[in-house]
């Protein structure tokens, strides 16, 4: 039995899709852009203030389906830029101290022309 995610705290979906999927115990998390839920809007500045609110997003999806971020096995990291790599990644790591699986790639466009995009597969307990 698939079980839908659904809260108010993290963006609504842009498209057909979900914001995240329960199935066989596992949370298929989408993948979260700097949306700011409150206004709808991209969070402005660099890779850092752009990271810090996708994390945010993530979190409340992981938290509506009764996980957390040390519940995370794997994630998918997209980067408009590679250069950013560094600065994502400080951002990142006080989140994902689990160290989780993870890939981590550049893309040539994001929705919205963001600078980053995360999504997680976490275990819930």
């Known amino acids: 039995m698939l079980k839908k995610v659904a809260t ?47 994390m945010e997003n993530v979190g409340e999806i992981l938290k509506e389906a009764g996980a957390d971020y040390e519940d995370v096995v794997k994630t998918t990291c997209f980067l408009a830029d590679m250069a950013d790599f560094a600065a994502f990644n400080s951002v990142y790591e006080k989140y994902f101290t689990g160290k989780p699986a993870r890939s981590c790639v550049a893309v040539k466009e994001l929705p919205k022309k963001v600078l980053c995009e995360v999504e997680v597969t976490a275990v819930i307990k």
């Open 8 to 54: 108010s705290k993290a963006p609504a979906a842009i498209g057909p899709y979900s914001q995240g999927i329960i199935a066989n115990g596992f949370l298929f998390a989408s993948g979260q852009i700097p949306i700011i839920p409150a206004t709808g809007e991209i969070a402005q500045g660099d890779i850092t203030v752009q990271a810090q609110q996708v």
